[in-house]
């Protein structure tokens, strides 16, 4: 019996120890949105479009677009869902993948803050199957992390452990020089 409870106890500790890798792991990749203000996002997107230049293609400011609609998330989020909307738009029109499965996202946060969980996990699921055959691995698991973590506040341990596992894989499976992310404006996250 001695033996038995032991065998448990050590088997619980390891549990416990793979379930803070992943943990760690998955907050390691997450990015950081709203690096810069919602008035110099905004500044920024206006100068853009006043160049002569402007190409509403632009991945740079299609990159802008997705960071207002994060970094207004929590501010006024009900600009969110136009806004984001839009950004799906051109970024198909473009060929954006990356700057498409951001604004799914975003998309998804809004149904979450909306109480609408249906509607999220279709944007969430939208954003991954976009961004699955790419070499985005950043984007993927920040996705992963984001239905991760909804599941875990929704006492679904099980979902949120299988979508954890699944996102630190990435960090796994990738040659080191991967794990380093450089964004649209050189920022570099892991």
């Not at 110099?40 to 509403?56: A, D, G, M, T, Y």
């Not at 009900?78 to 498409?100: A, C, F, H, M, R």
């Not at 609408?116 to 969430?124: G, L, M, P, S, V």
């Amino acid at each position: 019996m001695q033996q038995i409870t032991t065998s448990l106890n050590f088997l619980s500790v390891e549990i416990g120890k793979s379930i803070l890798s992943v943990v760690l792991v998955a907050l390691c990749f997450n990015t950081t949105y709203a690096q810069k203000s919602v008035k110099e996002l905004r500044h920024e997107i206006e100068s853009l479009e006043q160049n002569e230049k402007f190409s509403p293609k632009d991945t740079v400011y299609l990159y802008y677009l997705t960071e207002l609609a994060f970094s207004l998330r929590n501010r006024n989020w009900d600009s969110v869902l136009p806004l984001s909307k839009k950004n799906i738009n051109l970024s198909q029109t473009g060929g954006y993948t990356w700057g498409e499965g951001y604004s799914y996202m975003a998309l998804g946060l809004y149904y979450i803050d909306k109480n609408d969980r249906t509607k999220a996990f279709e944007n969430f699921n939208e954003a991954y199957n976009l961004l699955k055959p790419t070499a985005y691995y950043v984007p993927q698991v920040d996705v992963l992390n984001m239905m991760a973590i909804e599941h875990l506040f929704n006492h679904e341990p099980a979902k949120s452990l299988s979508l954890f596992m699944e996102g630190s894989s990435f960090y796994f499976e990738l040659p080191k020089e991967k794990h380093i992310y450089k964004n649209a404006q050189g920022s570099i996250s892991i």
